[in-house]
């Protein structure tokens, strides 16, 4: 009984790491984004 609880908490914890890693992952791109997009709306304006 209790290592089957323990199983399911170990499950949910490493779902919630994968999805908490997966949030890093986005936020990290979404700034590199962020970060090369007023770089290139400048170049479409130059050109």
Not at 28 to 47: H, I, K, N
């Amino acid at each position: 009984m209790f290592f089957a609880a323990g199983n399911v908490l170990h499950a949910t914890w490493q779902r919630r790491a994968h999805e908490l890693r997966e949030w890093v992952i986005a936020a990290r791109t979404a700034d590199q984004l962020r970060s090369t997009l007023p770089e290139t709306s400048y170049f479409a304006g130059v050109s």
